[in-house]
């Protein structure tokens, strides 16, 4: 059964680069038919797609957050990795990545499964 | 940007009652479309795709229907489990999620 495991600093400063992994079990990052997605929610609020990536490096990124994210793979590790830039106290969300299928139109649909989540709060 | 607009945000209901949530989106996005259900400190869970195609293993009291802009998640009697926060998210271009709702216990 596939699993997803975020890790990272539950912490960072304003301004500092906010970066996660998540390490991908029981089965292979280097799928042909599925992206790996970052999705991220506030407390107390709804969700936001951040970013997607293919095992080859293909990107997708949300295009209001493109101008700070990278997204990075290591199908040797199988993870995958998340940067963002210059964060601020809106950046402040429980942070997911998530299985992204490719079933429909030959482009990435719906996320599943998903991470348990981990916290990240933007502060000094 | 498509925008993806969810009705109500919260919905108090039985158990046992029927429930239907709606998802709009700003422009029509075919039957690119997903629901899920989440629960507090969870992860989401998909629950439906492609408006309204059950995924392995969800209970069939769960429905989904609507094509275009419209869309649909039925519940048809519903029960203790089904308390939570449910999204919608289109898949049409890039990919974006509802506000959700909270069906909470009348």
């Known amino acids: 059964q596939l699993q997803l495991q975020e890790s990272g600093p539950g912490l960072v400063k304003p301004s500092e680069t906010l970066s996660l992994t998540c390490i991908v079990s029981g089965g292979s990052i280097s799928s042909s038919s599925y992206y790996w997605g970052w999705i991220r929610q506030p407390p107390g609020k709804g969700l936001e797609w951040i970013g997607s990536i293919y095992y080859s490096g293909s990107t997708y990124y949300n295009p209001s957050l493109k101008s700070r994210v990278t997204t990075s793979v290591d199908t040797s590790k199988n993870q995958f990795s998340l940067k963002l830039t210059s964060v601020t106290a809106a950046d402040t969300a429980v942070y997911y990545c998530?299985?992204?299928?490719?079933?429909?139109?030959?482009?990435?649909?719906?996320?599943?499964?998903w991470g348990q989540g981990t916290l990240v709060t933007v502060s000094t | 940007d498509i925008q993806m607009t969810q009705s109500p945000s919260t919905l108090s209901a039985a158990v046992g009652d029927r429930v239907t949530i709606t998802c709009r989106a700003s422009q029509s996005i075919s039957r690119w479309l997903a629901w899920y259900q989440q629960k507090p400190g969870k992860a989401p869970n998909i629950l439906i795709y492609k408006a309204s195609t059950l995924e392995s293993g969800v209970p069939s009291r769960f429905s989904g229907s609507g094509s275009g802009t419209e869309f649909t998640l039925t519940i048809s009697s519903l029960q203790p489990d089904d308390f939570a926060t449910y999204y919608c998210q289109q898949y049409d271009t890039y990919w974006t999620f509802g506000q959700g709702t909270k069906v909470e216990i009348k």
């Open positions: 998530g299985r992204h299928a490719i079933a429909e139109a030959n482009r990435p649909n719906w996320f599943d499964p």
